[in-house]
């Protein structure tokens, strides 16, 4: 039986919030309740909508969402703009008493993230796809008292590699649905590798018709069209997550250059297997050895076509270079193209994100390095560019979780949950202040995995823990508190099917482990 918390006391929320005020007495959904949203905003409207769709299924009930700007009928889940400005953009406060549900925010996006706390409020059985309202009867209650709640980073990251793997756009909808849960903001996609290229680019068609061929493994590969891009797009921000596309250059370049091989330096090459692998595509999982040629202006020609069709088709204000493991090139060359690009990247109107490594070219103050190697202040910093921490042995969602898991990568770490866990930003790095850190991502390399279900494996359960480390604050932040917290959370990740690693390190819930069985 699945029975949410009973008192505030005892919630289970990932990422935990700033203050949790229990109070007494519960809120109870029935055939009365509805969801009020104000008259005149479309996306509070969007957000009460999806709020409707959840709830309506598993229970049952019929959930009207109205508008309406005067004071709310009892018995409704009220969504509310305009509270104070302390809360941020992204924060919101979600006072629950027999009577009501209230969240009220400063902008939309806090609304969205109350109602994702709301969400695990609720017993597990509300993720059910089926209806649970009249077998099972659980009661739907959500325990009395006060949340106020805002994150700590601004940048709360999770990056996939479709690269390497291909993965369809109601994968990706998948995995967007599980960072929206825990109130991750940025969804990094990494569009282009050695093994495959992924978007539709009009003015260089062999891109998607060569290089997004195949994949690792020599599987068929796969790419967006711009349409199916959009659809990312637009799905993402509708749950408040702005896409970073990024195009790994000028290493990790193989299939465009196998698709466009002007792109190589034409210079002669030492005999070795990688020259030959630059002639065609592509499938195994080496990195460091292809290479865009930074002395060629055809280079620049393409940058610029690339940039400037993935700028026009992106709403977000990020632009990923990559810039990582280029071992091919001599600094000044690399450097040289670095800056090149980054002029491109701000001419097309956007904010240049790359790997750490990119702090050796000389940035924009406003540029962003991606940290994923260094364990001292990189480069980058010292130039006055903001940090996103991605320390490999802490937030590789492509490492083992012990040395049997089938998936996964072990060169940075082992990582058990405790370890994804059990670290802090602010220390990491000694020498960078947390003012020099913009946030925190995961990333999801994809040469091991090649579906949903073995993406979702190493995602879960340590994205949501990284999902705390971004967003609440240190001093409320334990090892303990997230280990009891998160074993409510595997019975909800059954029931929307979504396939995670039961960490010997948790007493997951028993519903996890013995689901009811469902009857539709
Ligand atoms: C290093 S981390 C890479 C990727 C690999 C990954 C595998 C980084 C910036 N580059 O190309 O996929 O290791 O764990």
């Avoid at 299924?57 to 009928?73: D, K, Q």
């Avoid at 104070?84 to 992204?90: A, F, K, Q, T």
């Avoid at 370049?253 to 210079?267: G, H, K, Q, V, W």
């Amino acid at each position: 039986m699945f029975v949410g918390p009973t008192s505030l006391a005892a919630h289970r929320i990932v990422p935990v919030p700033l203050s949790v005020t229990p109070g007494s007495g519960a809120f109870a959904l029935t055939s009365s309740t509805s969801i009020v949203v104000p008259s005149g905003n479309a996306e509070v409207a969007r957000t009460g909508d999806m709020l409707a769709m959840l709830l309506r299924v598993p229970t049952g009930l019929p959930i009207p969402v109205t508008a309406a700007s005067g004071a709310a009928p009892s018995g409704a889940i009220v969504l509310r703009l305009g509270g104070p400005s302390s809360l941020g953009d992204e924060g919101y406060e979600l006072s629950i008493t027999a009577d009501s549900v209230r969240i009220v925010a400063a902008a939309p996006a806090g609304v969205f993230h109350g109602m994702q706390t709301l969400r695990q409020l609720l017993p597990a059985a509300i993720e059910s796809q089926l209806n649970f309202g009249r077998r099972a009867a659980p009661v739907w209650t959500v325990p009395a008292g006060q949340i106020t709640d805002r994150p700590r980073f601004a940048w709360r990251g999770a990056m996939l590699d479709v690269a390497r793997h291909f993965f369809t756009v109601d994968e990706v909808k998948q995995y967007i649905d599980v960072l929206a849960m825990y109130k991750i903001n940025i969804f990094h996609l990494h569009l282009g590798d050695d093994q495959g290229w992924r978007i539709q680019i009009d003015s260089r068609p062999k891109l998607t018709e060569v290089g997004g061929s195949t994949e690792v493994g020599g599987g068929r590969g796969g790419f967006y069209t711009k349409a199916e891009y959009a659809e990312i797009v637009r799905y993402a921000a509708d749950r408040y997550v702005t896409v970073v596309p990024e195009i790994d250059m000028p290493g990790h370049t193989n299939a465009a250059i196998a698709s466009y091989p002007e792109l190589s330096c034409s210079r002669p090459m030492p005999a070795s297997t990688a020259v030959a692998r630059v002639q065609g595509t592509y499938t195994g999982t080496e990195v460091g050895w292809s290479t865009f040629c930074p002395d060629s202006e055809n280079v620049y020609a393409f940058v610029e076509d690339v940039v400037r069709e993935i700028a026009a088709m992106t709403p977000g204000p990020y632009f990923h270079m990559g810039g990582d493991e280029v071992h091919v090139l001599k600094d000044p060359q690399y450097i040289k193209f670095v800056e090149r690009v980054q002029d491109i990247v701000y001419k097309h109107g956007k904010t240049m994100v790359g790997w750490e490594e990119i702090g050796k070219a000389r940035l924009r103050t406003t540029s962003i390095a991606q940290q994923w190697k260094s364990d001292s202040v990189p480069p980058a910093v010292m130039q006055g560019a903001k940090l996103v921490l991605s320390p490999a042995p802490k937030t590789y969602l492509d490492m083992k979780y012990t040395p049997n898991t089938e998936l996964g990568l072990t060169w940075a770490a082992i990582i058990e949950l405790r370890a994804a866990y059990d670290w802090e930003p602010r220390t990491y790095l000694k020498g960078v202040s947390e003012q020099q850190i913009l946030g925190v991502e995961g990333a999801l390399w994809t040469e091991t995995v090649q579906n949903i279900g073995s993406a979702l494996y190493m995602t879960l359960p340590r994205l949501p823990a990284l999902a705390e480390v971004a967003w609440s604050a240190a001093s409320d932040r334990s090892w303990d508190g997230f280990r009891q917290r998160i074993a409510g959370h595997a019975a909800r990740w059954r029931l929307l099917g979504a396939n995670f690693y039961p960490s010997p390190q948790v007493d997951w819930d028993a519903a996890a482990a013995n689901p009811p069985a469902m009857v539709p």
